[in-house]
């Protein structure tokens, strides 16, 4: 079936270093992306998205790439600092039909960072 | 910035209860969606609405209805609250390009 995973469910990381989030997607239909974060006991907040006709998009501190042929997503963050420690979720935007959109999300990963 | 808001942020009801968690963006927004989230499982879709007066079903609708009277505001209804649909519930609203804005979510408990 399809489906938007992650490859790792925790992350631990020193402060300073750059972290890498990885996620999987299997439906090649899919034609926009979007990384979130969600702090502990609030809701995902949007970080940075990427459409199907693009391979990288950066943004503050973040990069995400899109790899079509092996349908891989990865969210990447330059010298991680204690506030990013959060869960990092990837999700995949099928257009349903006109303007209306449906969201799949990955579980999530638990990114750690270490003072 | 785009603002979706929920009327609690935690909430405590009684099994039998009938319960409304409401959702208010500012963006003129057509989608919004109502999700619940639970450890392990992820975000699981319960219903969302393409406009209004308009209602779909998500993935998990058994229990839950909604109601969308006004573009900017959409209710999820639990009309006999039970212990399993203690949760976090999250709400979100769809921007131009698809990218959906979440509120801050309402920590529902069913005692």
């Known amino acids: 079936g399809e489906s938007v995973g992650l490859h790792l469910p925790t992350l631990s990381v020193q402060e300073g270093d750059n972290s890498i989030i990885n996620c999987a997607y299997s439906?090649?239909?899919?034609?926009?992306f979007i990384w979130y974060k969600q702090e502990s006991g609030k809701g995902p907040q949007f970080i940075i998205d990427?459409?199907?006709?693009?391979d990288k998009r950066q943004g503050q501190r973040v990069t995400v790439l899109l790899n079509k042929t092996v349908k891989h997503l990865s969210l990447q963050i330059a010298a991680t600092q204690p506030g990013d420690s959060a869960v990092y979720f990837c999700?995949?935007?099928?257009?349903?039909?006109?303007?209306?959109?449906?969201?799949?999300f990955g579980k999530g990963t638990l990114l750690t960072v270490n003072p | 910035d785009v603002k979706v808001t929920q009327s609690s942020r935690y909430l405590v009801k009684r099994t039998g209860e009938k319960v409304f968690l409401e959702c208010v963006q500012d963006?003129?927004?057509?989608?919004m969606f109502w999700y619940r989230q639970d450890p392990g499982l992820g975000l699981r879709l319960i219903y969302f609405?393409?406009?209004?007066?308009?209602?779909e079903k998500g993935d998990i609708p058994e229990g839950y209805s909604v109601s969308r009277e006004k573009k900017e505001r959409f209710s999820l209804i639990l009309e006999s609250a039970s212990t399993n649909q203690t949760s976090m519930y999250l709400c979100?609203?769809?921007?131009?390009?698809?990218?959906?804005?979440f509120g801050p979510g309402t920590r529902l408990t069913v005692t």
């Open positions: 990427i459409r199907s006709n693009m």
């Open positions: 963006m003129d927004h057509e989608n």
């Open positions: 609405s393409y406009d209004v007066k308009m209602k």
């Open positions: 999700a995949e935007n099928r257009n349903s039909g006109g303007s209306n959109y449906k969201l799949t």
């Open positions: 439906n090649s239909a899919s034609d926009y």
């Open positions: 979100a609203s769809t921007g131009l390009w698809g990218e959906q804005y």
